[in-house]
């Protein structure tokens, strides 16, 4: 027995010194004002009402919600295009997945350090749109252009992880089913319909709730590419977080994390239902 | 019943035949290669675009028509990086850090893994529910504590906390997700295996080190992987923990060298460059171990 809690203790103690006790300070102080200096001072609910009245914490709860959209409507398609296409016999396979995958492994700060330099106003790509007489425009220095530009970078940076996943999951549906269907005299796109996709649904799943859980903590692109600019027009909820902090506002700073768990412990519910459901 | 199946499967070996001689149209193979080649193009191209840009004097960054090679090469930008800023260093940090991570969650992960797994103890099943339960809270919402538990390490000892390795790496020194993956990994080694061993007089250490190590290698490896994958690319939290120059990991490193360096195009991108090699190489190397080990710890988990 003793050789047990020797061996977990070490996470035991982790756990509690970096997420027990940090989650329930965090908690602690959202309900309170201090700057880190001067003791907290406690202030009950004002912190949240405060929040949801300013309009800069409402500009970074739309422009997250508008961000996981934008990505969650296009990213997990995108990775399964990809995947479908790989999914043939395809000659340098091996190639285009690596492909694919590369800006998976690359740290978010290169990627979106190569996507600014892309996205310049008198970068490569107004260069290459000029061609088909597209105007020039400074992508990251326009209000509405911005969030969309940082979430095109987050695909691109993203989806490779998708179509190696859904990749993963179409080689493990039966060939049989596929005989089967064909035997049946099935065209591919009742194939698709009535065995890829069944088969593909668990994984369908799994990729949005990750892929949502995740856009909702964006932060690296946009301090890298934006700065949360041009007037907060890329402003996240992450950013606030970190704009609070480093203006030693850490009670309403923390008040701003804790609504983000509510948001995420939520989707990690509803995660867990559904698959239950599907099990 | 016996003669239709013999039927299905020779309509069956018919049908495959006929794919194997017509692998599709050869338009629409055509057309398949062009999506795969084009889009190729587009997740390539970018970082190609950093390489070659990283070589170009100032004037060339932008020019128009684009410069799709440089011309003339120069090697000014990566001087700059190494002396102006410091990405040897950034590097060398990056390298303690990671590698602290790794080591710390092989050992400590996969040991509670097997206490978890394997051995029966009164408040097992609460324990690994409430490291569980964590699994819903997202990081940020630590930062700030975290970062006043750091300053105040740092006040008992200047060697802990806020800009010092350990600060860095404390908080990383477990995962609760790899805890579970290697949970999964060794529930499948039999239990009478481990009895036998037992009943031979062995340690629980020396069982984890001669029977449970070895059979948990494969995922150990996983979990290596997602790990320095993780720790590797980590941002906000070194961003935060860490002020002095000469303690940024590498991504701090090439984000910060941006505020300070607004306009200096080629080497912002000759940091970039340096920045993204080490895993870029690491990638190329161990490439499939790398997609198996996230697919299966997307899988799993």
């Not at chain 1, 506002?249 to 994390?257: I, K, P, W």
């Not at chain 2, 000014?76 to 080591?103: M, W």
């Not at chain 2, 390795?165 to 404390?170: A, E, F, K, R, V």
Request: overall charge positive.
């Amino acid at each position: 027995m003793l050789p047990a809690y020797v061996l977990v203790a070490p996470a035991i103690l982790a756990s509690l010194v970096f997420l027990y006790i940090p989650m329930i300070f965090s908690g602690y102080w959202s309900f309170t004002k201090y700057n880190g200096l001067a003791p907290a001072e406690w202030v009950g609910l004002a912190n949240y009402t405060e929040l949801f009245r300013d309009p800069e914490f409402i500009k970074a709860l739309w422009n997250t919600v508008l961000f996981v959209l934008f990505g969650m409507g296009i990213g997990p398609l995108l990775g399964l295009f990809t995947a479908l296409l790989l999914n043939q016999k395809v000659r340098f396979r091996a190639f285009f997945r690596t492909a694919y995958f590369l800006p998976v492994m690359t740290s978010l700060v290169v990627v979106a350090t190569i996507w600014k330099i892309l996205l310049n106003e008198h970068g490569i790509i107004n260069q290459i749109l000029g061609v088909f007489g597209v105007p020039a425009l400074g992508w990251l220095g326009s209000t509405t252009a911005a969030l969309p530009a940082v979430a095109v970078t987050s695909i691109w940076q993203g989806f490779g992880f998708e179509t190696v996943v859904f990749l993963a999951a179409l080689q493990a549906i039966p060939r049989d089913y596929y005989d089967a269907a064909k035997v049946d005299g099935a065209t591919y796109r009742q194939q698709l319909r009535h065995v890829t996709l069944p088969g593909l649904r668990p994984t369908i799943m799994f990729v949005y709730i990750i892929g949502i859980i995740g856009s909702f903590q964006v932060f690296d692109q946009i301090f890298v590419m934006t700065n949360g600019g041009p007037i907060n027009s890329t402003r996240t909820i992450v950013f606030d977080l970190y704009d609070r902090f480093y203006s030693l506002q850490l009670g309403e700073a923390s008040a701003v994390a804790y609504v983000l768990l509510v948001i995420l412990a939520t989707l990690s519910f509803i995660q867990i239902r559904l698959f239950e459901g599907t099990r | 019943m016996t003669a239709r199946v013999i039927d299905r499967a020779a309509e069956l070996e018919q049908i495959r035949a006929r794919q194997r001689r017509h692998p599709g149209h050869p338009l629409r193979r055509a057309f398949l290669y062009f999506v795969l080649a084009a889009t190729s193009i587009v997740m390539i191209g970018p970082f190609y675009w950093a390489l070659a840009t990283s070589f170009k004097p100032a004037g060339d960054v932008f020019a128009s028509p684009p410069k799709w090679l440089p011309n003339p090469w120069i090697l000014e930008n990566y001087k700059d990086v190494f002396t102006l800023f410091h990405f040897q260093r950034y590097f060398v940090n990056s390298v303690i850090v990671t590698g602290s991570i790794v080591a710390l969650n092989i050992v400590f992960d996969t040991a509670a893994a097997y206490a978890f797994a394997k051995l029966r103890f009164p408040g097992r099943n609460f324990l690994f529910f409430m490291l569980l339960i964590t699994l819903m809270v997202p990081f940020q919402v630590n930062l700030i504590p975290l970062f006043r538990i750091m300053v105040l390490l740092h006040k008992i000892t200047p060697h802990l906390g806020v800009d010092t390795y350990s600060g860095m790496i404390m908080p990383g020194m477990i995962q609760v997700f790899g805890i579970f993956l290697m949970r999964q990994f060794l529930t499948s080694i039999p239990d009478e295996v481990l009895e036998s061993a037992r009943v031979d007089g062995a340690s629980e250490f020396k069982i984890l080190r001669s029977i449970v190590f070895p059979i948990a290698a494969p995922g150990m490896a996983t979990l290596a992987i997602f790990t320095f994958l993780g720790a590797w690319n980590d941002f906000l939290w070194p961003l935060i923990v860490i002020s002095s120059d000469d303690m940024y990991t590498m991504p701090v490193g090439l984000a910060l060298l941006q505020t300070k360096n607004m306009m200096n195009w080629g080497n912002t991108m000759a940091g970039t460059c340096v920045t993204a090699a080490p895993m870029i190489l690491v990638f190329l190397a161990l490439q499939r171990r790398f997609i198996e080990g996230l697919t299966a710890g997307a899988v799993k988990g």
